[in-house]
């Protein structure tokens, strides 16, 4: 029983550890990001299912990181998560039937949107902005180019499958204070 407890201990310890070193990780590459009004506004737009556009975000960002070092791929971890922060930054909701034309065929176009309002707040790395024009490869007819695009397009895939699937829902928040 002892043994069985000292396990279950360690492996929340290990989770622990994990998230403290990703929040650190969110602070030192993308502070300024998630300060951000229009990153915040993000919260009251519904992505898949029940996720919110920024809990979708945080999540893409959390499982790039873990994809990069589980499989040992080296990687600009600073463009990797802010890339994967603003994959989605397109800043409208893509659900509502009022919406227009172009948002129809929201999937084909939202990453050059999302490109164009990340490009107005922040100053983008090469690296930046194929991960967020190319996250929606194969429907960007033009692949990744970069290790870090690919990565966030693999998390994106799989954390959208989780959502639209309904096995992971957007019923919390993730809050990261980020001190001036």
């Not at 990744?144 to 992971?168: F, M």
Request: aromatic content about 10%.
């Amino acid at each position: 029983m002892k043994e069985k407890h000292k396990k279950k201990l360690e492996k929340v310890r290990k989770r622990h550890e994990q998230r403290k070193e990703l929040f650190k990780l969110y602070k030192e590459y993308a502070a300024d990001i998630l300060k951000s009004d229009n990153f915040k506004n993000t919260r009251n737009y519904i992505q898949h299912g029940s996720m919110s556009v920024h809990s979708h975000c945080m999540d893409v960002a959390r499982k790039s990181i873990a994809i990069s070092k589980f499989l040992r791929i080296p990687c600009n971890e600073r463009d990797l998560i802010r890339g994967a922060l603003l994959h989605d930054y397109f800043l409208y909701d893509w659900h509502n039937k009022d919406r227009e034309d172009y948002q129809i065929l929201h999937g084909f176009y939202h990453p050059g949107i999302a490109l164009k309002n990340a490009s107005k707040e922040y100053n983008l790395t090469p690296r930046e902005k194929d991960i967020i024009k190319k996250h929606m490869w194969p429907l960007t007819v033009s692949p990744p180019r970069c290790r870090e695009a690919w990565i966030v397009t693999t998390a994106d895939k799989y954390c959208s499958l989780l959502e639209t699937l309904r096995l992971r829902k957007g019923s919390g928040r993730v809050r990261i204070k980020v001190s001036n």
